[in-house]
């Protein structure tokens, strides 16, 4: 009987010991066009107060990365967890049909069992419809039935460039105080004006209106009693909505701001170490393949991404970028960055970064100073490559030049890095049958056949 006892309590223990936590539930809360201007990255200028106290006790990724310069090539990779390139949908406003066998990060999750909602944006460049189980202004975890685990995600557009060049009183109505223009810092490619310290202060105001959102959807977790078993990725779709950020294949333009929430009981989903900063390199193509690691999900074999989350995690080595079309500005250029250069290959090296295009009107006060103080004929050489061709090959050193000023392309002594990174590059390119060098056209007439 005392044997019988014993091995009871042993199978009882070791069941106990096997327990699984349920699912965890996954919460993307995302902006737009803001580079990495939290607290919690050691910017003095912003008033972040949510975001920091959610990072305390989290993850702040120092290299997170759009693999896009430009709101619908970044989500189309998000979503996908494939290069835009590779899906043919890097052109802004493209019409390109993917490939009617793609199923993208909810609908993979919605085999497993997951309630997925998107509260509202998508700008995939693709359809969006019959993906979701919600997709609308309406669009909550709430509205799942009881004991699903969900998918959100919420979108603010708060923070687009749209907002942030003009100066709508209504945007900001909820603070209580705002940012001083006379103390705002302007990085020395763009001109130290009186009107862009004023955008400066706008820029950072449009972002404490942001933070109070992400306040209001952690409360609504915490009121639902959710919030510890709920992952959470804050994160921005790009750089700022402002010249040499968006639509520049620079670090400026892709480096965006990335906090992760992981709750105690799953903290073994993410070995990436102790709370605090995590300086490994991820990119937008690998949030998707981290959600399905998280959720225990198989990768599909179409992915191109890595999980940088669970038990199958990778250190990467590189982040590839591109731009392409965007709007009636033609354009293309690709990237690859190693923690500390960053290397750019321009295929129109002809055409500058600001071209006569409605995408740049001067309806944005950024472009509208920009273009006064040029016709003054005050920028400096450095404010003046944006309106000049390009190099056809740029390398900047992060470390010793963060403002990306001094193209060492032809520096002799950084010869073989250069070589690395352009092989590194045209591999990639060749790996991910990148689209960008079919006329567009023709790859909508080819997509069109095979769809």
């Given at each position: 009987m005392r044997n019988l006892l014993i091995l009871f309590f042993v199978v009882i223990s070791f069941s106990c010991k096997q327990q699984k936590h349920p699912e965890p539930n996954i919460l993307w809360i995302s902006c737009e066009d803001i580079s990495p201007a939290w607290g919690c990255y050691g910017d003095e200028?912003?008033?972040t107060p949510n975001i920091d106290k959610l990072s305390t006790d989290g993850y702040i990724f120092t290299q997170a990365f759009s693999n896009a310069p430009i709101c619908a090539p970044a989500r189309s990779t998000l979503i996908s967890g494939m290069y835009a390139t590779s899906l043919g949908t890097q052109n802004l406003r493209s019409e390109i049909p993917v490939s009617a066998n793609l199923k993208i990060l909810p609908e993979l999750l919605r085999e497993q069992g997951y309630f997925t909602t998107n509260n509202a944006k998508t700008d995939y460049n693709f359809s969006a419809e019959g993906r979701w189980d919600e997709n609308?202004?309406?669009?909550?975890?709430?509205?799942?039935?009881?004991?699903?685990?969900?998918?959100?995600?919420?979108?603010?557009?708060?923070?687009?460039e749209g907002h942030t060049n003009t100066d709508n009183p209504d945007d900001t109505k909820s603070l209580t105080s705002k940012h001083s223009a006379d103390v705002m810092k302007v990085p020395p490619y763009l001109p130290d004006t009186e009107e862009f310290r004023s955008i400066m202060a706008h820029q950072y105001d449009l972002i404490?209106?942001?933070?109070q959102e992400v306040g209001k959807l952690l409360n609504e977790l915490k009121?639902?009693?959710?919030?510890?078993?709920?992952i959470v990725f804050v994160f921005s779709d790009h750089g700022y909505g402002l010249p040499r950020y968006k639509r520049w294949l620079y670090n400026t333009g892709l480096q965006v701001p990335f906090v992760l929430h992981v709750p105690e009981k799953y903290k073994a989903l993410a070995p990436i170490g102790q709370n605090g900063k995590v300086d490994q390199m991820v990119g937008f193509v690998d949030f998707a393949p981290s959600v399905l690691e998280l959720t225990g999900n198989q990768m599909?074999?179409?992915?191109?991404?890595?999980?940088?989350?669970?038990?199958?995690?990778?250190?990467k080595e590189l982040i590839f970028g591109y731009r392409d079309r965007a709007d009636d500005v033609y354009d293309m250029s690709r990237s690859a960055y190693d923690g500390r250069y960053l290397y750019i290959r321009n295929y129109m090296p002809q055409r500058p970064y600001i071209q006569n295009a409605i995408i740049f009107n001067k309806g944005k006060r950024s472009y509208e100073e920009l273009f006064r103080v040029r016709e003054l004929g005050e920028l400096s050489d450095e404010q003046m490559k944006l309106f000049q061709p390009k190099n056809p090959e740029e390398l900047y050193d992060l470390v010793n030049d963060p403002n990306e000023l001094n193209n060492l392309i032809d520096d002799k002594n950084h010869m073989q890095i250069v070589t690395r990174l352009h092989e590194a590059l045209k591999k990639h390119v060749l790996d991910t049958h990148d689209t960008g060098l079919l006329n567009e056209g023709d790859m909508m007439s080819r997509a069109d056949a095979v769809s």
């Open positions: 200028q912003a008033t609308g202004n309406e669009a909550h975890w709430r509205n799942r039935p009881v004991g699903k685990p969900f998918f959100s995600v919420f979108n603010f557009g708060i923070t687009h404490t209106v942001f933070d009121e639902d009693g959710l919030y510890e078993n709920t599909p074999k179409m992915m191109e991404g890595q999980s940088f989350l669970g038990n199958s995690s990778i250190n």
